[in-house]
RNA sequence: GGGCGAGUAGCUCAGUGGAUUAGAGCAUUUGGCUACGAACCAAAAGGUCAGGGGUUCAAAUCCCUUCUCGCUCACCA
């Protein structure tokens, strides 16, 4: 189906050459949502923008448009207002016909891009020996709702995991373990992750304290790398006590990912190194390898170097991030790779990507995006560290938000004197505890910084996840009342819109599409987020307002429509953001 | 000092260069259930869009500048 924007784009185009001769065939329509109904449902501004190069009055130009303009059975006759806007009113029997398009479509009429490109989303990427902490949260869940968002709309995607589990941490831990628990560097699971957890703040301690031991540190990173047998073994048996606890929150959080970290790269690091060589672009400072940017200075105005090879020989993540880029242009053959991480490693990326591209690693043709968002901040508004100081562990985190749903659930249940099974309480917990969760971050702009509120995260009323999923089983609701099957309705008889608020409903579900293409070039989820709120609070307007089971036909059967497309677009903008729906809560 | 980002209602935040009233939600005040489940709806109140210039027919939005606050600036990732 072809949106309704792209047809108006069209069609103003058309009359644009028609009116005004083939010079004008490429200039953009400027067709937009109106902002206020009154002035009806699109506008188009391009009169304005041509009345000084065709030196005309900008109402007879509209005028001159809206002569050649064919749009009879889409709007009403379009209107020219103020100095020159073009007004377009979409007609209620053409809006009923495009739902009825979409109503026996599993897609909603959203189309499939053609033909498929690979896109590689890198998201997640906890450390090794680290527990996920909340500022895991929002890289995974955007990630994941990015990678969604591009698989529906047919792209061929590639998620990954791009864990820390290589580098100068390793060598850290695994001295202290030598020095520390030597037999935990040969036992499996001869310690769990919280002692892992505190063993890394230890060694983290001895780290800094004591110049001897961060020399064997790095000793026994260059050890590892180079593929020392016990080296390699104990770090094995670590990353594996990690992976499994990371799993339990994959799974809890409904997240897939493959795993491809940090180490999957180092065979290729001394290659990336000695072909920047090759390129002419590395120089040696402070006995370090590096290449200079362009751009980027330090303090002293000094041009600021990218490090490819450290002064002890051994390689950082900048080598790392090279050779992954290389690997994904060429094995993964990826036509655009998206790295979601937070701000603070935008100059990193922007150095990286510089050096790709002088060194032919990045070609022209692959697009490379870093998707920043903003710092986790707790309530009084300051960072909530990493290393030092207690976070906020994910998994904690999760159970607090379902434990909270539960009790709320528990407290409404004995309000309304209901019964329900405990299978049904905890299954409602869950959903509602993740989606606030989960929503919670997503409906913010993610380049802001996101202030983590327990209180407001699961906040079960406004612009929340409950909210939405409320709406969502409204029509469901109905569903049983009626004994109605929605797949069973009729598909053949017109669709009458008569009440207003129909209408403003019915063509919000037909925004779906352009919000879902836009996200898709902005990646930015909270457009979503905001679309399927505004498109609750309209059928909320709309089941309040118009009487559905007990309606007359035709007004029963379009109504029953209305409902079960606004229920299905529900659960397809959340499920785009790995949010699921409940039949009943 | 350089780079990047931010400053919008008491609070948390949207905001796609346009039309005498800049939008939500929360909190506050006030109405609406013998029910298509009120986890809802309706109404009120709340703003010199940090300040100052500029471009434009039109600026919260683009440009310049000042102030404030973050993040970041070589061997951690």
Redesign the pocket.
Known sequence: MTSILEQLKDSVSQALVAAFGTELADTDP?I?????P???DY?S??A??L??PLKQN?RAIAQSIIDNLQLEDMCDSPTI?????I?FTLKSNYIGRLLREIQPDERLGIPQVQPTEKVIVDFS?P?IAKEMHVGHLRSTIIGDAIARILEFRGYDVLRLNHV?D????FGMLIAYLREAYPEALTTANALDIGDLVSLYKKAKVRFDEDEKFKQTA?QE?VNLQAGAEDSLHAWKLLCDQSRQEFQVVYDLLNIKLEERG?SFYNPFLADIVSELEQKGLLEE????Q?VFLE????????P??L?V????G?????T?DLAALKYRVKEDGAARIIYVT???????F?GVFQVAKKAGILPESVEVVHV?F??VLGKD???IKTRSGETVKLKDLLDEAIER?KN??ET?LKE?E?QETPEFINH?AQV?GLSAVKYADL?????????F?FD?ML??????A??L???Y??P???S???NIDFSQLDTDTQIVLTEEAELVLAKHILQLEEVIKEVESTL?P??IC?YL?EL??KF????????????DEPQRTSRLILADLTARTIKLGLSLLGINV????
């Open positions: 400027l937009a949502p109106t902002n206020n009154k002035f009806g506008q501004n391009v304005l923008s009345a000084k900008p207002a103020g100095p020159g806007f007004n990427s450390n820390g290589w580098g100068t941490q790095r990173v940090e400072s402070e006995g370090a590096c751009g980027f200075t330090n303090k002293d105005g000094d600021l170097p490090i090879q450290k002064t002890d051994g390689f950082n993540y900048a790392t937070d701000s603070g490693q935008a100059n990193h922007a920043p903003g710092l508004g300051k960072r749903a709320d659930l409404r309304e209901r409602v509602v409906s913010q702009n993610r380049t802001s910084d996101y202030k509120d407001k906040d079960l009323k406004g612009n929340t409950p909210y999923l409320y709406a089983v409204r469901q609701g109905i049983r009342k009626g930015l909270n457009r905001l709120f609750s609070q909320n307007q709309m089941y309040e307002q118009c009487e559905i089971l007990k309606a409940l039949e009943r809560m």
